[in-house]
């Protein structure tokens, strides 16, 4: 069965750093989704992405967070400048046209660790 | 601004009893209601969805009702095994493909020996 995948399972890196999360979406979906998850908190939505661009995103998608996607199978979420309230599950979701609720697929999720 | 409730943090249900998980949302204007399953260190598994305009959905043991004029809806599991025990997020979306999911804070479902 197709899934979303994710890379690294877990990162740590120092405050002020640069860091890049990788996700490989299911190879038909078109529609691209960052999520992240605070420890004991609510799975936010953070950026959609479809054909090329960002839909939308939230509030917590400031400057210091971009997307791309590089290739035809990459889609990356950028955190330029970690803070140490960055440091959360980030899950990767994708949808396609077959699914009849909109339903997204998710990712195993990187946790981020920001020291 | 909590547009899905879940308003249980846990629930513990015998082994081959009925598990009810409950949520009500407040936004009227949600297109589809989904139910996602987590495991500890895993990402959310999708379960099963609803559209707003049907009143339940059914897959296997696993059916969903939803109550528009009430704003509530529930995932019955039965029967219940061992393997469900997870925490089950309650989730709304809209229309477009490229629309967000909004969660609830999710419930954790405890299936007793």
């Known amino acids: 069965e197709p899934e979303v995948t994710q890379t690294p399972s877990h990162q740590v890196t120092q405050m002020g750093q640069e860091v890049i999360l990788r996700c490989v979406p299911i190879s038909n979906h078109l529609y691209f989704y960052w999520y992240r998850q605070i420890l004991g908190q609510k799975v936010e939505f953070l950026v959609s992405?479809?054909?090329?661009?960002?839909?939308?995103k939230s509030e917590i998608f400031d400057d210091q967070f971009s997307v791309e996607r590089p290739d035809g199978s990459n889609f990356t979420l950028k955190i330029r400048s970690t803070k140490l309230e960055d440091s959360a599950m980030y899950f990767c979701?994708?949808?396609?046209?077959?699914?009849?609720?909109?339903?997204?697929?998710f990712g195993p999720g990187t946790r981020l660790t920001v020291l | 601004d909590q547009q899905v409730k879940q308003n249980s943090p846990s629930l513990s249900v015998q082994e081959g009893r009925i598990s009810i998980l409950n949520c009500d949302y407040t936004?009227?204007?949600?297109?589809?209601f989904l139910w996602y399953k987590k495991y500890p260190a895993e990402g959310p598994t999708f379960l099963i969805s609803i559209s707003s305009i049907k009143d339940k959905n059914e897959d296997g043991r696993f059916t969903v009702f939803l109550n528009k004029s009430a704003k509530h809806l529930s995932l019955h599991i039965v029967p219940s095994q061992p393997g469900d025990s997870a925490v089950y997020f309650c989730?709304?979306?809209?229309?477009?493909?490229?629309?967000?999911?909004?969660f609830g804070k999710g419930t954790r479902l405890h299936i007793l020996p």
């Open positions: 979701a994708s949808s396609g046209l077959a699914e009849p609720n909109n339903e997204q697929f």
């Open positions: 989730a709304a979306s809209w229309a477009n493909r490229d629309d967000k999911i909004i």
């Open positions: 936004n009227s204007m949600f297109d589809y």
């Open positions: 992405f479809y054909n090329n661009e960002i839909s939308e």
